[in-house]
């Protein structure tokens, strides 16, 4: 195919999973893919940017919603298959563009001037908490409800929590974000609003009428848009209770001295010391999680650790690493396997690169971090800190 259609074919896709608009001095985006759960293309992701682009400075508009219409998915992630192939057919380039043109699009929502706000409902993974976590640094808002579903279920696949996700998880009290990037179990909206995931809590049914208020009454800046939603969620009150009875707030005492040690093979044994000498709720749940981490990649746990543990300076930083780790994931990881056994073939039998665990060597960890570029020619070396 020709490059003139290949762009053809991105601009379509663009237009009909990306719907965007500015009614009432608010902007728009909507996501139009359910086939695939709103996951994203690089013809998606360019459409938002340049949405974005053209909103920054527009006094005519206020804010940014992004949500969709779909309840199954707000973004299930990247085009995982597409992905795979680009890379089994040899195509970099293709690779590299989605990753660098998505990790720009993070950042660009990170540091948006306007607040930025997103209606998350169904399943919200991967690319999907890329494109909404940021919402909480715009002065904008990440909205959950009864439905949503968020997850970095990277080390499944043998990659690791990207899209700026590192800079998130590290952030969330005690050791809960070391242990989301490692297991990449799903919370729910309580969990979210407790590790910090989430702002407020609005019911999906109450959504109807809460667009329907934001596209008829008058606002006269962002954030009384923000403050309009505000009024449409549940009181902090009952936020703070329902995060209090989170599964992650009851489990926590059981998290932290585990998942605060380390390295993966320190977590490992302290499970494995729990459950083998206790015979009690504590025990059962440590032979769960301990089932867990032997279904994922050895060595995508132990980047996926790393990488939250280096996470405390700036998004650019973090941006630039996971591009760094993005590459190596690729050539010298076990993303292709991941994706092959749980998503191509559907075997569930993956071959690690390391079998178990215990075998990590810390020199192969680190040298995942090597970078492929040289400071002066990173793709993401212009990212403002």
């Known amino acids: 195919m020709s490059q003139e259609a290949t762009a053809s074919v991105f601009a379509a896709d663009a237009e009909q999973y990306v719907l965007t608009k500015v009614m009432n001095r608010i902007g728009f985006i909507e996501l139009n893919r359910p086939q695939a759960l709103n996951a994203l293309s690089t013809a998606m992701i360019r459409a938002m940017q340049a949405a974005l682009d053209a909103w920054r400075d527009d006094p005519e508009v206020l804010a940014v919603i992004v949500h969709t219409?779909?309840?199954?998915?707000?973004?299930?992630?990247?085009?995982?298959?597409?992905?795979?192939?680009?890379?089994?057919?040899?195509?970099?380039?293709?690779?590299?563009?989605?990753?660098?043109?998505?990790?720009?699009?993070?950042?660009?929502?990170?540091?948006?001037?306007?607040?930025?706000?997103?209606?998350?409902?169904?399943?919200?993974?991967?690319?999907?908490?890329?494109?909404?976590?940021?919402?909480?640094?715009?002065?904008?808002?990440?909205?959950?409800?009864?439905?949503?579903?968020?997850?970095?279920?990277?080390?499944?696949?043998g990659f690791f929590p990207d899209v700026g996700m590192g800079?998130?998880?590290?952030?969330?009290?005690?050791?809960?974000?070391?242990?989301?990037?490692?297991?990449?179990?799903?919370?729910?909206?309580?969990?979210?609003?407790?590790?910090?995931?989430?702002?407020?809590?609005?019911?999906?049914?109450?959504?109807?009428?809460?667009?329907?208020?934001?596209?008829?009454?008058?606002?006269?800046?962002?954030?009384?848009?923000?403050?309009?939603?505000?009024?449409?969620?549940?009181?902090?009150?009952?936020?703070?209770?329902?995060?209090?009875?989170?599964?992650?707030?009851?489990?926590?005492?059981?998290?932290?001295?585990?998942?605060?040690?380390?390295?993966?093979?320190?977590?490992?044994?302290?499970?494995?010391?729990?459950?083998?000498?206790?015979?009690?709720?504590?025990?059962e749940w440590a032979e769960q999680i301990v089932g867990v981490l032997r279904e994922r990649s050895p060595l995508s746990m132990a980047v996926s650790l790393e990488a939250v543990s280096l996470a405390e300076g700036s998004m650019a930083d973090v941006l630039r690493r996971d591009l760094d780790l993005m590459r190596s994931s690729f050539v010298q990881g076990d993303v292709m396997e991941g994706v092959r056994a749980r998503i191509i073939d559907k075997d569930n039998d993956p071959r690690w690169r390391f079998a178990r665990i215990e075998d990590v060597p810390p020199a192969d960890v680190q040298a995942m971090f090597k970078s492929p570029w040289d400071e002066a020619e990173h793709p993401l070396r212009a990212l403002p800190d």
């Open 69 to 157: 219409h779909h309840s199954r998915a707000f973004c299930a992630g990247g085009d995982i298959r597409f992905l795979y192939e680009s890379y089994r057919a040899g195509d970099q380039a293709a690779l590299d563009t989605f990753f660098i043109e998505e990790y720009r699009l993070n950042h660009e929502i990170f540091s948006y001037p306007k607040p930025y706000i997103a209606l998350l409902s169904g399943v919200v993974m991967g690319g999907g908490m890329g494109i909404s976590q940021g919402a909480h640094r715009t002065g904008g808002l990440r909205v959950v409800g009864g439905t949503t579903r968020m997850a970095m279920p990277e080390t499944r696949i």
């Open 167 to 283: 800079w998130f998880l590290a952030r969330t009290p005690g050791a809960l974000g070391r242990y989301l990037a490692v297991t990449g179990e799903t919370i729910d909206a309580d969990s979210a609003l407790y590790t910090g995931l989430a702002d407020v809590f609005i019911d999906e049914s109450m959504r109807p009428a809460l667009l329907d208020a934001l596209l008829s009454e008058s606002f006269a800046s962002g954030e009384a848009v923000v403050e309009r939603i505000r009024r449409s969620a549940v009181t902090g009150e009952e936020v703070q209770s329902r995060a209090a009875r989170s599964a992650l707030a009851v489990a926590r005492a059981w998290i932290d001295p585990h998942f605060s040690r380390p390295s993966i093979a320190a977590i490992l044994a302290s499970l494995e010391s729990v459950r083998r000498d206790e015979k009690d709720a504590q025990s």
